[in-house]
């Protein structure tokens, strides 16, 4: 008789209304996976309540901590008014570094039931895959302040990216677009930063070759912002920096309906290291503890966690479960429904299977 799998889940809720969607998350994921698989989970109560206690959101070996998990899901980051952004948002940054988790992916889908801020946009109109280069560019720590608090402070930020690091962001890239519909944009600002971004155009031109079955295109950040809300029906996969990623990832959310929409992937291809999963939104402190917070982006987001264990069913199971309650006109507040979060929850675990 076989066993059945069993995996190690490290569990981060984080801040405001992480704390509300990941257990429900986790409820839906249960449901999906019924007595089929084991899940392990052990939560950290890391973030604002370690920052208060102990004065720094993690304790000083979180990192080998993680290490041991077969994956890490984080709910949310972040309590401006209490603790400084960069403070919380310093444990992912790293996470996703220390363990080298290079590609990102924030997909886009508008479901049935959701309605798009763009007019004529009908179910399914709108399908795109953000992938972000996660582990270089804009977020590595390199820079710093001269003469500071002074009429003449100067700050000097840079960018790092290397010649390996953009090959396999844009080999991975072409990948999922191999497994899509076979169209590439590249996203840069190469008029302006003649260094970092000219590179990426090079290295694209010696990876096209490989690539004859992917149509590819480039955009400039500005440009690709602009077309997100003229033309988004027209984008596949969107490659693009650490920097630039998040921004048009966020955009892209909007257009299907919200950050509460939106699932992401922190992913280490080669599973030497945990993955990690999270929602694109942060811990929206203005509705945390409201229970209305959409956790449509947390269960989305523990579908990708699952699939990329090895088990697309569940994954598949748990998205139909979302899209089926969506399509019903049931929701949260944030996309015109009445239901509170738990309620919406409930409602996809039930659906489940349908």
């Not at 901590?65 to 890490?72: E, H, P, T, V």
């Not at 988790?101 to 004529?120: F, I, K, M, N, T």
């Not at 179910?123 to 001269?146: H, K, M, T």
């Not at 596949?236 to 909007?254: K, Q, R």
Request: some cysteine; proline content about 7%.
């Amino acid at each position: 008789m076989s066993q059945k799998p069993c995996y190690r889940i490290a569990v981060y809720p984080g801040d405001g209304i992480g704390q509300e969607v990941t257990p429900l998350a986790f409820q839906v994921l249960r449901a999906a996976i019924g007595d089929r698989i084991d899940l392990e989970c052990t939560e950290f109560p890391w973030g604002l309540s370690y920052w208060l206690e102990q004065g720094t959101p993690t304790p000083p070996d979180y990192i080998e901590q993680l290490r041991a998990f077969d994956a890490i899901f984080l709910g949310a980051v972040g309590a401006p008014e209490q603790m400084p952004d960069p403070v919380s948002l310093e444990p992912p940054v790293r996470i996703r570094q220390s363990f080298d988790q290079y590609a990102c992916l924030r997909p886009a889908l508008l479901l049935d039931g959701v309605r798009s801020p763009l007019s004529g946009m009908e179910p399914r109109a709108i399908d795109l895959l953000v992938v972000r280069e996660n582990s270089e560019g804009e977020y590595v720590n390199q820079g710093g302040r001269f003469r500071r608090g002074q009429p003449d402070e100067i700050a000097v930020q840079s960018a790092i990216h290397t010649r390996a690091g953009v090959t396999r962001i844009l080999r991975f890239a072409l990948e999922q677009a191999r497994v899509r519909r076979r169209h590439l944009t590249m996203v840069t600002k190469s008029n302006a930063q003649k260094y970092s971004f000219v590179l990426w155009e090079e290295v694209l031109e010696d990876l096209i070759p490989e690539y004859r079955d992917v149509r590819t295109d480039r955009l400039y950040v500005d440009a690709a912002a602009m077309d997100l809300v003229r033309r988004p029906r027209d984008f596949d996969v969107i490659v693009s920096s650490n920097l630039f990623g998040d921004i048009l990832s966020d955009l892209a959310a909007m257009v299907v309906g919200g950050l509460g929409m939106a699932p992401s992937a922190n992913i280490r291809p080669d599973r030497r290291a945990p993955s990690m999963f999270e929602p694109v939104h942060g811990s929206a402190p203005d509705i945390a503890g409201k229970g209305i917070a959409n956790p449509t982006a947390a269960i989305l987001s523990a579908a990708m966690m699952i699939e990329w264990l090895g088990h697309a069913g569940p994954a598949e199971r748990m998205r139909a479960a979302c899209e089926r309650v969506l399509a019903g006109g049931a929701g949260t507040p944030d996309i015109g429904g009445t239901l509170s979060s738990a309620q919406f929850a409930e409602r996809v675990a039930e659906r489940i299977g349908d």
